[in-house]
């Protein structure tokens, strides 16, 4: 069974531009689930999908936005890149939700020069 | 406010012996609780999770202990084998506040001593 798929690997932007990330889920897994990880702050929670709806939002500015489609998977845009958002980008799919658990991507080291 | 604390950024065990990790949380509405690792370059992969309704839950070499009273986990690697050696996430769901994703702490370095 394939796992999590996250593409690109590696993403190298300048500020004020955008990106767009993308994530496959497992088969079968209809939540999908975006995290952000710094040094600093861990990893935090972005939002969550299900069934083509965002069900969750974690504190992140509108800068901050996803999508998903009917096939489950997702894709994940910031617009008007700042430094801070340098990060690994990781998405994790379940069943239902985050109250089962999560598998995750290998993520998308995000570089913002 | 991190609601999900894991004092000891890193810990260092002899292979063979028990490895304990441990994790805080504050909010009281959390009710389901699980342990990741992680690799370097690589996602973090689920480990072990407990219910609010239970202390203890194992699985194979893996213990998790859940303490509500004193808002404390603890993870249980008996025996611990070089491959152990990673970062260690605890993780909570259930804290709503309409962010109900799952709240990381900041993970503890597992170094395996042969």
């Known amino acids: 069974k394939a796992g999590v798929t996250q593409t690109p690997r590696y993403l190298i932007k300048t500020r004020g531009q955008q990106v767009t990330l993308s994530c496959s889920p497992i088969?079968?897994?209809?939540?999908v689930s975006w995290y952000q990880q710094t040094p600093g702050q861990g990893l935090q929670f972005l939002f969550e999908?299900?069934?083509?709806?965002?069900?969750n939002k974690g504190n992140f500015p509108g800068r901050f936005s996803g999508r998903q489609f009917s096939n489950s998977r997702s894709e994940m845009n910031v617009s008007t890149l700042e430094l801070g958002d340098s990060a690994l980008y990781l998405c994790?799919?379940?069943?239902?939700?985050?109250?089962?658990?999560?598998?995750f991507g290998d993520g998308t080291r995000l570089s913002i020069l | 406010d991190q609601q999900v604390k894991q004092n000891s950024p890193s810990l260092s065990v002899q292979e063979g012996r028990i490895s304990i990790l441990n994790c805080d949380y504050t909010?009281?509405?959390?009710?389901?609780f699980l342990w990741y690792k992680k690799y370097p370059a690589e996602g973090p992969t689920f480990l072990i999770s407990?219910?609010?309704?239970?202390d203890k839950n194992e699985d194979g070499r893996f213990t998790v202990f859940l303490n509500k009273s004193a808002k404390h986990l603890s993870l249980h690697i008996v025996p611990s084998q070089p491959g152990d050696s990673a970062v260690y996430f605890c993780?909570?769901?259930?804290?709503?506040?309409?962010?109900?994703?799952?709240?990381f702490g900041k993970g503890t370095h597992l170094i395996i001593q042969p």
């Open positions: 994790a799919s379940s069943i239902d939700g985050p109250n089962q658990p999560q598998h």
């Open positions: 088969s079968g897994h209809r939540s």
């Open positions: 999908y299900f069934s083509e709806t965002q069900r």
């Open positions: 909010n009281s509405m959390f009710d389901y």
């Open positions: 407990i219910s609010s309704i239970k």
């Open positions: 993780a909570a769901y259930g804290g709503g506040g309409g962010a109900d994703g799952l709240t």
